[in-house]
């Protein structure tokens, strides 16, 4: 993990299971960022022992709140810009066909799609400032990147997991976030931003016991395999969906 090199990165959905595990695994590295921003106050025990991390308030679903998140970071980081944004933040209804509701739907679409889609468009300035402050006219993550935390569960082409959760709404909501991540590859290619879906796999959180099964995969595997494909990512990958092994994903 010694080659991986984020200066200033943002977690969004940090207070538990993948995006705290982003956090510590971030903290961690031999060479750690030096700014780790990440939106929830449980993590103060944490930051006072970490002056590099910087505890944001934001409520990804209130754009009010998005955009004073991105003056307060813009402001900590002094004229530099911000070289990643991982949009972690979700939620899952564990409703099935029959039971999908107006509100749950529209709750679930409101902070799993369009929140990515808020929080990429208020970060723009300073995710190609970063672009424009690295050298080289090649795209990376230690560069400038979006990186959204999807499922393949998202996945129209294998429908995994149906016969466990029926989950639509949240299914539905990856799906489109599968899509909004195209859209920023092709959008913001010209600034040199890199966009990329990852899947992190069936991970034991607590939305991933949602069904009440026990995942495979630990935090600290997915964590762990997601910045080693992350350290490596280049322009050919811009747009792609894939898994915390870097295997591309079906659409």
Not at 107 to 122: E, W
Not at 203 to 216: E, I, R, Y
């Amino acid at each position: 993990m010694a080659g991986v090199c984020f200066r200033s990165v943002l977690v969004t959905g940090a207070n538990r299971g993948i995006g705290l595990g982003f956090v510590r695994h971030l903290l961690a590295l031999p060479n750690p960022p030096e700014w780790v921003f990440a939106q929830v106050k449980e993590l103060q025990q944490l930051a006072s022992k970490h002056p590099n991390l910087v505890i944001v308030p934001l409520e990804v679903t209130d754009p009010a709140s998005i955009k004073a998140a991105a003056a307060s970071v813009g402001e900590r980081l002094k004229g530099s810009g911000l070289n990643l944004l991982i949009n972690n933040a979700a939620v899952l209804k564990t409703n099935s066909l029959d039971t999908e509701t107006l509100k749950d739907m529209s709750d679930v679409y409101t902070t799993n799609t369009i929140a990515p889609l808020l929080l990429g468009q208020a970060f723009l300035p300073l995710l190609k400032k970063a672009a424009q402050e690295s050298p080289g006219s090649g795209m990376s993550c230690s560069k400038a990147a979006i990186i959204n935390i999807s499922s393949i569960g998202g996945s129209i082409s294998s429908f995994a997991g149906w016969d466990v959760m029926e989950i639509v709404s949240y299914r539905c909501s990856k799906a489109a976030l599968n899509m909004l991540t195209r859209c920023q590859s092709m959008g913001y290619r010209e600034h040199g931003i890199l966009c990329v879906a990852f899947h992190p796999g069936w991970v034991q959180t607590d939305m991933g016991s949602a069904a009440g099964h026990t995942p495979p995969l630990t935090v600290d595997a997915s964590i762990g395999g997601m910045l080693k494909v992350l350290s490596n990512l280049s322009d050919k990958d811009s747009g792609s969906f894939l898994d915390w092994e870097g295997n591309v994903v079906a659409w």
